[in-house]
């Protein structure tokens, strides 16, 4: 069987594209023929059963339209594919009439959803239009008996089945566990990673960074526009000698951060949150916001702090630097083992065959 999976945007390694290499691992070593379609350069290397073809940038402003006009160009490589694996972080499906679509859900979709329905003045909002139009064209498709929807968490399926009356099945992320399990005695310090943009809830976060004055680690990945929201957050911050900013660091570097650190910090909501678990498989405290996926991957109520609170938060991390919430942690490496490597492949795997088979 022909299987094409589609990440347009491979230039980081966030979690959904550990996500897609963890697929493209299980796929190798099945008998299927698997072509990889993205518009950046990636490290995967070619095979006999696996080829990658990248579609050429088009122009690097007007991130949405860019995105768009690529996405179409990927789109129409694709016809000769029996299945399509969508695998994109954000909103990356399009619509093809009677070929098999799964979407890996990284995300709600709230998002799209809310920005079909903006109102953008001047000229970029006649561009956007088109956008806006070719994503609410696309959503209207989401029901498809040939379109199945996976989610990364019970928070992002409970979510898309509210706001588009849609099921999906949950397949947890891939963690590597292994990588990150840790014999290394903990320091007094808190360690957040994260990605330099204001989504992730950095008015709440910068708060926290100055009221805390232990020595704290920041450890984000920027790219494009984000490099100068980055620039304004270290310039802020500059005077905070206990405060210490990463950006685009080696996975080594990031690994030997965490296992140094006694407390994880988490400033945003996330559909799933990786990061999270690989904190407490290197032995880390986590201490997560009372919201979205952060109930499945912490699920002890003591370590989630009110939402934007920042009394309780500042209260929970020093009671985590003071080791109150040590006996947590047995629990929460038992509760990870779920999110390994091998069982995302199992899980997806099984998952393919069995919309191959209907």
Known sequence: MKIGIIHQFLDLLGGAERTTSA???ALKKTNHDITLYTSTDTEFEKSKKFEIKKINSTMPYLWKLKKQIENKKIYSKVNDQD???????????????????????????????????QKIPGWRGILYKIVQNDIKNNLKHF???NIHLISNSEFTKNSIKKLFGVDSKIIYPPVNLELFSNKIVKTEKVVSITRYAPEKNFTFFSKILKCCEVDFSVIGNSKLKQIEFYDDLKKQLENYKNIHLYNNISQKSLIEILFSSKVYFHPSIETFGISVVESIASGCIPIVPDNSAHKETVPFEELRYKENDENDAKMKIEAALRGDFDKYLPELKRHIEKFQTKKFQRNILEFIEEIMIT
């Open 143 to 145: 029901n498809e008996e």
């Open 83 to 117: 299945l399509i694996i969508v695998m994109d972080g954000g909103f990356g499906f399009r619509f093809l009439p009677r070929k098999k679509i799964i979407l890996y859900c990284h995300s709600t979709f709230e998002y799209e959803k809310k920005f079909i329905d």
């Open 23 to 25: 697929l493209i691992d």
